[in-house]
């Protein structure tokens, strides 16, 4: 079966597509991940076909990610920065899908809905974070992340509401001319296409996010999607194995995708707080030029696969992403999570409440005095340590992946 796989935003957005893809693909499937053209190179080597989508992701990402993005200002800032390349976006969408027998997709309104329902075949909706309503939790973009159980509701009403009224605004015209009814903005997710409902699957596992009576049927968990081996050819730099080898087991510091000029007084605070502890790092600079020189405490590094580096560790500070959050975890690492926006204050609030890490400190809070201290308690307390190695048990358990490409290819077939 051909299927396309849209996943628009970051590496934490395409990465698990590459991996479901793989999996799809070694099950006979015919895969093709659209997505913004710096992820062509790591989709072909993964030998799944790539689709490139207009749009600049570097940009994309800094103008929705901002320190104080919160649920009611991230909806505006995300139409401010698609505003202009709306009908391109919606053009690449329909170009990708041409030739598609299935559509599995993550978080865009429901554009991909319209998508799918002008070639009249299946959609898999896939999230990493909550988007269906629960009073357990508020929508995943809302920096605090127990409200108490009215509010948690409400907030998915009113993110709903603002994401219904700007998709009136740019998709209303397209489905027209496609002879489509047009969507009525509406305080709930709108599955609908046609007689049919969309299936949503949750790259989540149970054993830190349970899940909520109240969901229906056809919302599902599947467990984290991970790796089951590193890229083929792959081999570790000689100095970083060099650095490893060379004392304690180090820090693992890194942001992915998160950049522009608030990185610089972040990485200044994370070595002034490294040099207050003594503890050895390897940071990884992520989208972030590296233009730092390592030391004999502190080794900077572009991305190396978390899968070879985890192990090696004695813990992990990052941004909260999920693909990073789940592979800590897997690997029975305590963790410190720094969120900047979007869904990374919700992981940053479960690594706490599962008893794996310290409180998390937004990015608009950090301070030098703030990170010198959780990095202390996160290496020194031995129930952080315990906690996670305990949920590592139970990750290990799980075959997301597989899980999910076994509800993909049901739903597909049932739809």
């Known amino acids: 079966m051909r299927i396309t796989m849209i996943a628009i935003g970051s590496t934490g957005d395409v990465r698990p597509f590459i991996i479901l893809g793989k999996e799809l693909t070694r099950r006979g499937h015919q895969v093709t991940i659209a997505a913004f053209s710096r992820f062509a190179a790591s989709v072909k080597e993964n030998n799944l076909s790539f689709f490139p989508v207009n749009g600049d992701a570097e940009a994309f990402m800094e103008s929705i990610m901002q320190p104080d993005t919160n649920g009611i200002s991230y909806i505006p800032r995300f139409e401010k920065e698609i505003r202009q390349t709306v009908p391109s976006l919606i053009r690449d969408f329909e170009e990708s899908c041409r030739e598609a027998e299935a559509l599995v997709c993550n978080f865009f309104g429901t554009v991909f809905y319209s998508i799918a329902e002008k070639y009249g075949i299946p959609c898999i909706q896939t999230y990493y974070f909550p988007m269906d309503p629960t009073p357990d939790m508020p929508i995943s973009s809302f920096r605090h992340q127990n409200m108490g159980r009215w509010i948690n509701k409400a907030t998915y009403r009113v993110g709903y509401l603002l994401i219904g009224t700007v998709e009136k605004r740019y998709l209303s015209l397209w489905r027209s001319e496609n002879n489509l009814t047009v969507r009525k903005p509406r305080t709930y997710p709108d599955y609908r296409i046609g007689n049919h409902t969309v299936p949503v699957i949750y790259a989540l596992s149970s054993h ?208």
């Open 208 to 415: 830190l996010i349970h899940r909520p009576p109240e969901w229906p049927d056809y919302i599902h968990m599947s467990g984290f999607w991970f790796e089951e081996a590193l890229p083929a050819g792959w081999v570790p730099p000689a100095d970083l194995e060099a650095f490893l080898s060379e004392g304690d087991p180090p820090l693992y510091i890194g942001f992915g995708s998160m950049s522009g000029r608030k990185m610089n007084r972040l990485f200044a605070v994370i070595l002034r707080a490294l040099h207050a502890t003594g503890i050895r790092a390897v940071i990884s600079t992520g989208w972030q030029n590296n233009s730092f020189s390592s030391t004999r405490q502190v080794f900077f590094t572009g991305y190396i696969p978390h899968d070879w580096l985890f192990p090696r560790v004695r813990a992990v500070i990052h941004h909260g992403g999920c693909g990073t959050t789940a592979a800590g975890l897997r690997f029975g690492r305590p963790t410190l999570i720094i969120p900047f926006a979007g869904d990374q204050p919700f992981w940053g609030y479960h690594i706490y409440h599962a008893g794996c890490g310290p409180k998390p400190i937004p990015l608009s809070d950090l301070s030098v005095a703030k990170l010198t201290k959780s990095i202390l308690n996160l290496v020194n307390q031995r129930k952080y340590q315990e906690n996670a190695a305990r949920v590592a048990r139970l990750l290990a358990s799980e075959n997301g992946t597989k899980n999910a490409a076994d509800i993909i290819e049901k739903e597909i077939t049932a739809w």
